[in-house]
């Protein structure tokens, strides 16, 4: 079939002359406020991820909540060792109780002590407890998610494959889904976590002294809008980063894929030249975000040094004017260097949430995307089609404008065997795939036992067409389970009954491990011959009574081809079959040839007919004059 089948796909080892992003809406970069509302509507379009898992988000909350007054309640021990055990000073309200109580000084400083043990390991506790919760359900939404998007791209129609890029698709499946997982929960709760702390912060040293608070508060709005300003540009860096290193995932599974071809060729320096150059373009996009990060820390850092200064003098300065005791001052210190965190990790956490925003909308596309070809909403259940088919008036574009099928009317009568042929380009793949529903015609329609195929639901109509792509597609497993790939729930002994009716069995019992031997990744261990003849027999087991056959181009030996050939002879019996072949050998097999040259059907008849006939059937194949060129190769 076509090259660009996805499960027939060849792999290309020059980079593809078109590289179509995907056709998606494309957002531009956002700019100002923009960004955070970003950020809140991509966590409101994956909240129904995160509601799902409320019974472990909560506790990691309130888990939070608690090491956030612990945090608060930290520097406490040290001012009342210092106002109160070294200075003396007396204490007022609760406190002074409590210092009643313990009467000697050294009592107090032991319990000052042990509270600063006891505070610091109930926070850690706190801390580990919410950690492990929120990885707990990160882990679960990640997977769900990406079990979302991996079934959504499953369904996406053939054309939207065909214009993606298997790297860039992978790095949404994988590193994409990720990222957004860390949004909707350590990013969230690291957010929450510092915005919390802040105001526990603030709100505590306004109480303490509103002037120095003041001072404080005053250091914020810079540091918010640097990190707010870096963040849009972060968030267009990651993306372009992202994209690059799509690019060089797709270019090095190419040249894996296509390793034989690489070697054959001697492309490995070509190749190597090009993955390199792709590296050094994912590298240039990936210093870049490096250093908007490492800017954006420097400039919160030189700020926050700077707000250290003021307090700093203004605070020696009421302690000397007996405004403030010594131990709140340390106490207001130390609150001020907490804030340092808050702060610091709300920038961090910014940056972190505009990757993955940016990450979070490569998502969504895929989300976004619909299926080109789905069910009509009043698509029925195919009945056991009997394998009438017909192409009437059927136009097809692959690009509007641009047909590649024109005018086809074509009638096959149930059981009829058909070959399709026609130089390169002709569209004889591209009408398999519209029977097949792959794409739906511009114009026209497709019947089969009369009705038009989209009356069906696409399941039930596929379900009952066989299929042999020219390049088969098998699994890196057992010859009986790629067999058995053909249907659903088939047993060992539907793949006997499959393998017997082709009359392949003794050929497979000739194999190591018979049907139990593995065919490598991608059938590698197997000719290409023999992979056509464990696809016919998964086609042969999938049962339905249309089937579709691409040979091969790719020369086989007479041997193989012979028994292919008669494989092929015994899966059309009862079958309506359309075989697209590029070579005399089953034409001879067939009771009707259809010729395409540029889309429109230009001859139609029996192969004793068009050999007879001037035209393109000829001159494709140059029929020789000895009649037993063809009838008389062996059966
Ligand atoms: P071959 O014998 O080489 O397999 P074919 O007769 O099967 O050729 P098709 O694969 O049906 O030809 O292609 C018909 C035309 O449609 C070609 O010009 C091809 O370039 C074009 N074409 C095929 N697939 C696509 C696609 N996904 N997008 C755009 N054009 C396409």
């Known amino acids: 079939m076509n090259r660009s089948d996805p499960s027939t796909q060849q792999p290309v080892i020059a980079p593809p002359s078109r590289r179509i992003r995907l056709r998606l809406p494309r957002l531009k970069t956002a700019r100002g406020v923009f960004d955070a509302r970003r950020v809140a509507s991509t966590i409101a379009f994956f909240a129904r991820d995160l509601h799902k898992h409320l019974g472990l988000l909560i506790p990691a909350g309130l888990a939070m909540l608690a090491a956030t007054l612990l945090s608060l309640a930290a520097p406490w021990p ?53 950690q492990i919760l929120q990885a707990d359900a990160a882990h679960r939404i990640g997977n769900k998610l990406r079990h979302r998007v991996f079934k959504h791209l499953q369904q996406l129609s053939l054309r939207f494959h065909e214009r993606s890029r298997t790297g860039d698709l992978l790095l949404r499946l994988t590193g994409d889904i990720t990222l957004v997982r860390d949004l909707l929960v350590a990013s969230l709760f690291d957010l929450m976590a510092a915005l919390l702390l802040l105001s526990g912060l603030l709100a505590m040293m306004f109480r303490l002294s509103p002037a120095l608070a003041a001072v404080a508060l005053a250091t914020l709005p810079a540091v918010v809008a640097a990190s707010w300003l870096t963040s849009v540009r972060l968030r267009a860096a990651v993306r372009k980063k992202r994209e690059k290193e799509g690019d060089l995932i797709s270019a090095a599974a190419e040249v894996l894929g296509a390793i034989s071809h690489v070697q054959a060729f001697t492309r490995e320096d070509a190749e190597k030249d090009r993955v390199s150059r792709l590296e050094r373009s994912s590298l240039r996009a990936e210093l870049k975000t490096v250093r908007l990060e490492s800017k954006l820390a420097r400039t919160v850092e030189i ?27 340390i106490v207001f210190i130390s609150y001020y260097t907490s804030l340092v965190k808050p702060i610091r990790q709300l920038a961090k956490t910014a940056g972190r949430m505009a990757k993955a925003s940016s990450c979070a909308d490569r998502v969504r596309e895929v989300l976004d995307e619909v299926p080109e070809i789905q069910d009509a909403p009043d698509a029925v259940v195919a009945p056991p089609l009997a394998g009438h088919i017909r192409f009437e008036r059927l136009r097809f574009d692959y690009e509007p404008g641009r047909p590649v099928l024109r005018d086809i009317h074509l009638d096959i009568p149930s059981g009829q065997r058909v070959a399709l042929v026609g130089p390169t380009g002709a569209g004889k793949s591209t009408l398999m795939k519209l029977l097949l529903r792959f794409y739906d015609p511009t114009a026209g329609c497709v019947r089969v036992d009369g009705r038009d195929i989209r009356e069906f639901t696409l399941e039930s109509l596929r379900r009952q067409i066989s299929v042999v792509q020219q390049h088969t597609v098998l699994f890196g497993t057992t010859l009986g389970d790629n067999i ?25 019992a000739s194999l ?19 992979r056509q003849l464990v696809a016919l027999a998964r086609a042969i087991l999938r049962g339905g009574r249309i089937l579709i056959f691409d040979e091969p181009t790719t020369g086989l030996d007479g041997r193989t ?75």
Not at 318 to 328: E, H, N
């Open 78 to 130: 040290v001012q009342v060792v210092l106002d109160h055990v070294i200075l003396g000073r007396p204490a007022r309200g609760v406190m002074s109780d409590v210092l009643a109580r313990l009467g000697d000084p050294r009592n107090v400083l032991l319990a000052a002590c042990a509270a600063v043990v006891l505070i610091a390991a109930a926070r850690g506790l706190f801390e580990y407890a919410s």
């Open 303 to 329: 700020v926050t040094a700077l707000g250290t200064c003021g307090i700093l003098y203004l605070g020696v300065g009421d302690v000397l004017a007996g405004k403030l005791s010594p131990g709140t001052l």
């Open 484 to 508: 058995a790939m053909g249907r659903l729930g088939a047993t060992r002994a539907d793949v006997e009954a499959a393998a017997r009716e082709l009359g392949i069995e003794e050929w497979i």
């Open 512 to 530: 190591p491990n018979g049907y139990d031997t593995i065919v490598g990744e991608r059938g590698a261990t197997l000719s290409g011959g023999q």
């Open 561 to 635: 081809e012979q028994q292919i050939r008669r494989a092929l002879q015994r899966a059309m019996r009862n079958r309506t079959t359309l075989i697209i072949s590029h070579g005399l050998r089953p034409l001879a097999d067939v009771d009707r040839v259809i010729v395409l040259t540029e889309g429109r059907i230009v001859q139609d008849g029996s192969h004793d007919d068009l050999r007879g006939e001037v035209g393109v059937y000829r001159e494709l194949f140059e029929v020789p004059s000895e009649p037993d060129l063809v009838r008389g190769a062996p059966a």
